[in-house]
Nanobody
Framework: QVQLVESGGGLVQPGGSLRLSCVGSGIIFSIYTMGWYRQAPGKLREWVAGISPGDTTTYADSAKGRFTISRDTAKNTMYLQMNSLKPEDTAVYYC?????????WGQGTQVTVSA
């Protein structure tokens, strides 16, 4: 089975940084377009960033200039470096394929940005 485990979330102040990690088992990240998603309270899950097998990256407008998605093929791990965090970035962050495969969703990792 595919298992995706996100980690690295936490409580940070506005302007702070976090690096999220996603470790996959049963799936090889390097042969799929992968993405980071987030879901804030009371809102639908939204796509944040993507990375193709060729390492082309794309970002939601809300993430451009602040977030960086990357992948370590040897570790089968994906990362989301988040800088200049804003309160509106508060959400549970998930990794998945693009588009998200329904049964691949994991527990996510909570990111809270608060003064």
């Amino acid at each position: 089975q595919v298992q995706l485990v996100e980690s690295g979330g936490g409580l940070v102040q506005p302007g702070g940084s976090l690096r999220l990690s996603c470790v996959g088992s049963g799936i090889i990240f390097s042969i799929y377009t992968m993405g980071w998603y987030r879901q804030a309270p009371g809102k639908l899950r939204e796509w944040v960033a993507g990375i193709s097998p060729g390492d082309t990256t794309t970002y939601a407008d809300s993430a451009k200039g602040r977030f960086t998605i990357s992948r370590d093929t040897a570790k089968n791990t994906m990362y989301l470096q988040m800088n200049s965090l804003k309160p509106e970035d508060t959400a549970v962050y998930y990794c998945n394929t693009w588009p998200g495969t329904p049964h691949y969703w994991g527990q996510g990792t909570q990111v809270t940005v608060s003064a």
